[in-house]
């Protein structure tokens, strides 16, 4: 009898050490096997924290940080290549670039407000929008989203947007460098490098992208692949808890996330805290992206020619934003 309760002894234990060892994390593991490919911009956004906090890597996924070094248009060709399955955007450019392949992307997540700043030379004696007619003007592109919003602010003013000479940089640190060296007397940028113009003292602020549409003007977020949605729309959301929770972070440990968003685009912290502090960019009130505000600043966009030829920009907008998703994870929190 003491040898058969031996050996039933024996091979309870010996089933009980082929169970997992761990079965709680092994059900904490729904990315396990799936991998994000993630584009990125240097500049002020909640990627590095996302990086920092992990939380996408602790659920098993594989994650792939893509940097994006040819704008958005870029990153909007990698997406419908499926070569990204996410990138980071703004919201109102997304919508002009992605029109033109409607079904490739979704814009599913907002982090910020405004980021879209018009800055004047200290040399200039412009005083309001209404004054920068005939002038030089270095932009990021023709049909970014500070061009946009530089355009509208004209536009309210009540003067021609295209009675001005427009040179394209390409880049934030770019622009600095342009109107630094007298080559342009005016700005139309994106934090944090219009902080640093103010900082240097070498440009100052003449108006926001808020200020332009009279309104918390819609700002950036994620834009992801809708091949990848539906294939992997969990994936999808726990990305969103990940953006979600960065940006909670940089409202609850601004000087923290300050720093690590400075690093990761290479300024000083001086200019990331001064661009919310001045409130150049902003933590938006909610995640959801923003379909009314993304709209009515698109049919300002399609009055002033960035619409390509044949899209209808607003009506694509409200295909585009996806507030299904950011609502679902909110849900929840």
């Given at each position: 009898?003491?040898?058969?309760?031996?050996?039933?002894?024996?091979?309870?234990?010996?089933?009980?050490?082929?169970?997992?060892?761990?079965?709680?994390?092994?059900?904490?593991?729904?990315?396990?096997?799936?991998?994000?490919?993630?584009?990125?911009?240097?500049?002020?956004?909640?990627?590095?924290?996302?990086?920092?906090?992990?939380?996408?890597?602790?659920?098993?996924?594989?994650?792939?940080?893509?940097?994006?070094?040819?704008?958005?248009?870029?990153?909007?060709?990698?997406?419908?290549?499926?070569?990204?399955?996410?990138?980071?955007?703004?919201?109102?450019?997304?919508?002009?670039?992605?029109?033109?392949?409607?079904?490739?992307?979704?814009?599913?997540?907002?982090?910020?407000?405004?980021?879209?700043?018009?800055?004047?030379?200290?040399?200039?004696?412009?005083?309001?929008?209404?004054?920068?007619?005939?002038?030089?003007?270095?932009?990021?592109?023709?049909?970014?989203?500070?061009?946009?919003?530089?355009?509208?602010?004209?536009?309210?003013?009540?003067?021609?947007?295209?009675?001005?000479?427009?040179?394209?940089?390409?880049?934030?640190?770019?622009?600095?460098?342009?109107?630094?060296?007298?080559?342009?007397?005016?700005?139309?940028?994106?934090?944090?490098?219009?902080?640093?113009?103010?900082?240097?003292?070498?440009?100052?602020?003449?108006?926001?992208?808020?200020?332009?549409?009279?309104?918390?003007?819609?700002?950036?977020?994620?834009?992801?692949?809708?091949?990848?949605?539906?294939?992997?729309?969990?994936?999808?959301?726990?990305?969103?808890?990940?953006?979600?929770?960065?940006?909670?972070?940089?409202?609850?440990?601004?000087?923290?996330?300050?720093?690590?968003?400075?690093?990761?685009a290479k300024v000083d912290e001086a200019a990331v805290a001064y661009s919310f502090e001045k409130k150049l960019i902003g933590v938006a009130d909610s995640y959801v992206p923003d379909v009314e505000g993304i709209v009515a600043t698109e049919t300002v966009a399609q009055e002033l020619g960035f619409a390509p030829a044949g899209v209808d920009l607003p009506t694509f907008t409200r295909k585009f934003e996806n507030t299904e998703l950011a609502k679902e994870v909110l849900?929840?929190?």
């Amino acid at each position: 009898m003491n040898r058969r309760r031996t050996l039933i002894s024996t091979v309870a234990v010996l089933a009980a050490l082929a169970l997992p060892a761990h079965p709680a994390l092994a059900a904490d593991q729904p990315g396990k096997g799936i991998t994000i490919n993630i584009g990125y911009f240097p500049v002020v956004s909640p990627v590095p924290i996302m990086r920092a906090q992990h939380m996408l890597e602790d659920k098993g996924y594989t994650v792939n940080w893509v940097p994006i070094n040819q704008g958005l248009p870029g990153a909007a060709s990698a997406i419908a290549a499926g070569k990204l399955d996410i990138a980071w955007g703004n919201a109102i450019s997304a919508v002009v670039i992605f029109s033109q392949s409607p079904d490739a992307a979704q814009f599913v997540g907002q982090s910020f407000i405004n980021a879209n700043v018009t800055v004047v030379s200290t040399k200039s004696d412009i005083k309001s929008a209404k004054d920068i007619q005939h002038k030089k003007v270095v932009v990021s592109g023709m049909k970014t989203a500070s061009t946009l919003f530089f355009q509208i602010g004209l536009k309210k003013a009540g003067v021609d947007p295209t009675a001005n000479e427009y040179f394209v940089s390409g880049t934030g640190p770019g622009m600095v460098g342009v109107l630094d060296s007298g080559g342009a007397e005016v700005v139309a940028g994106y934090v944090p490098y219009v902080a640093d113009m103010e900082l240097k003292k070498i440009g100052r602020v003449l108006f926001t992208g808020s200020d332009a549409i009279g309104r918390a003007a819609p700002g950036d977020g994620f834009i992801a692949s809708t091949a990848f949605i539906k294939a992997h729309r969990e994936a999808v959301k726990d990305v969103l808890r990940a953006q979600f929770a960065a940006t909670d972070t940089i409202k609850s440990n601004p000087k923290e996330a300050y720093k690590s968003m400075a690093e990761f685009a290479k300024v000083d912290e001086a200019a990331v805290a001064y661009s919310f502090e001045k409130k150049l960019i902003g933590v938006a009130d909610s995640y959801v992206p923003d379909v009314e505000g993304i709209v009515a600043t698109e049919t300002v966009a399609q009055e002033l020619g960035f619409a390509p030829a044949g899209v209808d920009l607003p009506t694509f907008t409200r295909k585009f934003e996806n507030t299904e998703l950011a609502k679902e994870v909110l849900a929840k929190k």
